[in-house]
């Protein structure tokens, strides 16, 4: 009776510091399991984590990589660009010469042609067919008269033109320059000033006579048939018609 009376004496109170001590350590314990249970899924986390930046790194070193050939490959690019450009402005000035060439070498040939068919025609003789006279019969007075010494009928022109020579000698007014006119077409004009002796000695007393003469080249290449009309114009700025010298082209002659 007496050591139940002591337990109960000496638990009075105690035990039930020791069941809230015991409920304490066990929630404690509780708490300690859910720390580690907590610390261990941290744990997993980290390494998840630490796997996941393992891999972003990998990633990044790879994208690094890649950022880096791209880099090289767009300066590789770009000279690849810059060649490019070189080679086609390169290929466009050596176009612009070829152009130029080919230009250059038609022109020739077309000169080489116009070149060509002028020797032909240089080497194609003309002949003097006739002279005719063209003095209108009211003109008669104005003159003393004309002449052609040369070319003659029936003369050949072999040199692509003809030398013309004569006279003319004015009675009212003195010729002053002598016309050749082709069609309509005023070719050329000669002044009337050569000595002519001939004419001195049919004139003597003329003074004019004594340089009453004209003389001129005029080129008949190309000319199948043409005439070449000769008027004198006087110092009075009368015009007079003289003659119509009538050329025809002849077949070439075989070398």
């Avoid at 080249?217 to 119509?244: F, I, K, R, Y």
Wanted: aromatic content about 6%; overall charge positive.
């Amino acid at each position: 009776m007496r050591l139940l009376k002591l337990a109960n004496w000496l638990s009075e109170g105690d035990l039930d510091k020791y069941k809230k001590k015991a409920e304490q350590a066990q929630q404690a314990e509780a708490k300690l399991q859910t720390a580690k249970s907590e610390l261990e899924n941290l744990r997993n986390d980290l390494e998840k984590s630490q796997k996941e930046t393992a891999q972003a790194k990998a990633l990044l070193q790879i994208n690094q990589g890649f950022q880096l050939e791209l880099g090289e490959t767009q300066l590789k690019l770009q000279k690849t660009d810059a060649e490019a450009n070189r080679y086609k402005k390169t290929l466009f000035e050596q176009q612009k010469q070829l152009n130029l060439l080919q230009s250059q070498f038609k022109q020739a040939q077309q000169a080489l042609a116009r070149s060509q068919n002028w020797i032909q025609q240089i080497k194609t003789p003309i002949k003097i067919v006739d002279i005719k006279k063209t003095l209108p019969k009211h003109n008669f007075d104005t003159l003393w008269g004309f002449g052609i010494i040369t070319p003659k009928v029936e003369s050949m022109a072999t040199a692509g033109s003809i030398m013309v020579k004569g006279w003319v000698l004015g009675k009212q007014s003195p010729a002053k320059i002598l016309r050749v006119i082709y069609q309509t077409e005023n070719l050329l004009e000669t002044p009337v000033k050569y000595p002519r002796p001939i004419v001195v000695q049919q004139y003597p007393d003329i003074p004019k006579a004594k340089e009453s003469g004209f003389e001129f080249s005029v080129a008949v290449a190309g000319l199948s048939s043409a005439e070449l009309n000769l008027e004198a114009v006087l110092e009075d700025q009368s015009v007079v018609p003289l003659c119509a010298i009538v050329l025809e082209s002849q077949p070439p002659q075989s070398e």
